[in-house]
C-alpha cells in the first residue's frame, strides 16, 4: 500500500507538470529533480514501514500466508546472481531495439504515438513483468508479486524524468499530447481502484476475482477504445 501511495504521488507529479510555468534550467524543468526526491523519499518511508509498522492487518479465518517454495532448493547464489546480470542485458539490448520498430509502425499505419506507446511498446517491455509476477504467486510468494507491480510501475515513472533530460527542446512535459495526459490521468484512477483493493482485501468477486480487478480491466479496456476511437 505504502508503493501504491508512492505511484500514486508520482502520478500526481507528472499530470500536476504541464500546468506548471513552462520553465527549465539546462533544458530540464524543475519537476524532474523534484520526481527523483519524491521517489528516493517514498523508498525511505515504504522501508520505515516494512521494518517499523504502526499498525499489522487482522488474521482472520480467510487470511491466507504468504508460504514461498522452499529457497533452499534452488540453484547457488552465484548461478542465480550470474543468470540475473544475464538476463538484465538482454532485456536492456531488447528494449534498445524495441523502440525504432515501434517508430516506424506508427509511421507506415498512421496510429499516434501515444496509441503505439500504450498497446505494443508498453505491453511488450510489461511482459517480463507478468511472467514474473505469474511465477512468483505459482511458488506461493504473493507480496513479491503484488510488490513487484507496483514497484516497478513506480520505478517507471521516473522514466518520464530521464526523458526530459534526454529531450533537449525544454520541457518534455509541456509536450505531452492530451492522450498522453488521459492515459496518466486513467492510470492515477486505476491505482487508486488498485489502493481500495488492497485495504478491502475483496475475497470472493465476478469470475472468481476481486471486483478491483474486473473495475481495473473495464478501464484498461476503456480507455484503449476511447484512444482508438
Known sequence: MMQNGLLIALL??????????????????????????????????????????????????????????????????????????????????????????ATVIAARTGATHTLVGVLLTAVSTSIPELVTSVAAVRRGALTLAVGGIIGGNAYDTLFTAASDVAYRDGSIYHAMSDDTVFWVSLTLLMSAVLMMGLIRRQRKGPAGIGLESVLLIVLYVAGVALLLV
Not at 529457497?71 to 543468470?83: D, H, I, K
Open 12 to 101: 500526481s507529479i507528472i499530470l500536476m507538470a504541464p500546468l506548471l510555468p513552462d520553465v527549465t534550467l539546462w533544458g530540464v524543468h524543475p519537476v524532474t529533480p523534484l520526481m527523483f526526491i519524491a521517489y528516493a523519499m517514498g523508498i525511505h518511508l515504504v522501508q520505515r514501514a516494512h521494518h517499523a509498522p504502526m499498525w499489522t492487518p487482522t488474521h482472520t479465518s480467510e487470511t491466507r500466508e504468504d508460504q514461498p517454495d522452499d529457497v533452499n532448493l534452488m540453484p547457488s547464489l552465484g548461478r542465480l546472481w550470474v543468470e540475473f546480470l544475464v538476463l538484465f542485458v538482454i532485456l536492456g539490448l531488447a528494449g534498445y531495439m524495441l523502440e525504432p520498430s
